[in-house]
């Protein structure tokens, strides 16, 4: 690329809801000084219009759930100088990964009138588990500040300033009460990924962990606080098993207590 050219920046789409995508969308003031600064070369949520790679910055949306999903995520890292993984199907396998808990042909057959057309992996998996992954942007769906910040930095040649550290921190950064200590509610927090402004704790609510595992989670830990507050087995399963369910320390965590419910 020389100097008097735009990188291209493209935006790619496996088993997902487009949340993530929109989120980049939803930027809007702050997306008309991204496209001036590259060229959007592929984005189908945003325009028909396409232009040849290879790409300089790629955004991945989505996780991997049958072979040519498999197939395509090859291709797509063959023509990306730098990939980066947006959101929770992305990074976690999303929450079609609850199917990786169970046999999906009893899916299939309960849900299509001929199951014999479907053509589907055995687990949904996040995009690390094919291809090299450059960076993980966390979220049910992605921040859109951080998602910026992300584009910003690596267009730059620098490291993303993303938070390592868990929702605990946001809420003490806006004041928050926290809902176990005052009010003996279960909440993820203390395991989360920070990103999203710890949004359920500041309506009186536990953390849902939308953003995934933080780096270090100590879920063992947790899980005994939640049976101390009355939470049963089955209930931790679940709390564990939502957006992020194929996340390795969430993933092991809802085994243990599934299997002592």
């Not at 809007?28 to 232009?51: G, N, Q």
């Not at 009893?106 to 589907?120: G, S, W």
């Not at 928050?176 to 609510?205: F, K, M």
């Not at 939308?210 to 009355?230: A, H, I, K, V």
């Amino acid at each position: 690329m020389t100097r008097t050219e735009k990188p291209k920046l493209a935006v790619w789409k496996f088993a997902s809801c487009d949340g993530c995508q929109l989120s980049l969308l939803d930027c809007e003031d702050e997306l008309l000084t991204v496209a001036d600064r590259v060229t959007i070369a592929y984005f189908p949520e945003a325009t028909r219009a396409v232009v040849e790679g290879p790409y300089d910055l790629s955004l991945v949306e989505g996780s991997i759930t049958t072979p040519h999903d498999a197939l395509r995520i090859q291709e797509v890292r063959r023509c990306s100088k730098i990939l980066v993984t947006i959101g929770a199907c992305a990074t976690a396998g999303g929450i079609q990964a609850l199917r990786n808990f169970r046999d999906v042909r009893k899916f299939t057959n309960l849900v299509y009138a001929r199951p014999d057309y479907i053509d589907t992996l055995e687990r949904s998996t996040p995009i690390a588990h094919h291809v090299k992954v450059d960076h993980e942007l966390r979220g049910c769906p992605v921040n859109k500040h951080q998602l910026l910040e992300v584009i910003s930095a690596l267009l730059a040649e620098r490291k993303p300033m993303t938070p390592p550290h868990s929702v605990c921190i946001e809420c003490k950064q806006r004041g928050s009460v926290c809902v176990t200590v005052a009010r003996g509610w279960p909440c993820l927090g203390p395991v989360t990924h920070a990103g999203c402004g710890a949004l359920c704790p500041s309506y009186d609510r536990g953390c849902f962990g939308c953003y995934g595992p933080m780096e270090t989670p100590n879920t063992e830990s947790l899980s005994r606080l939640w049976r101390y507050l009355g939470a049963g087995h089955r209930e931790i399963t679940h709390a564990f098993r939502s957006f992020n369910a194929a996340s390795e320390p969430f993933r092991e965590e809802s085994l243990i207590h599934e299997q002592r419910h």
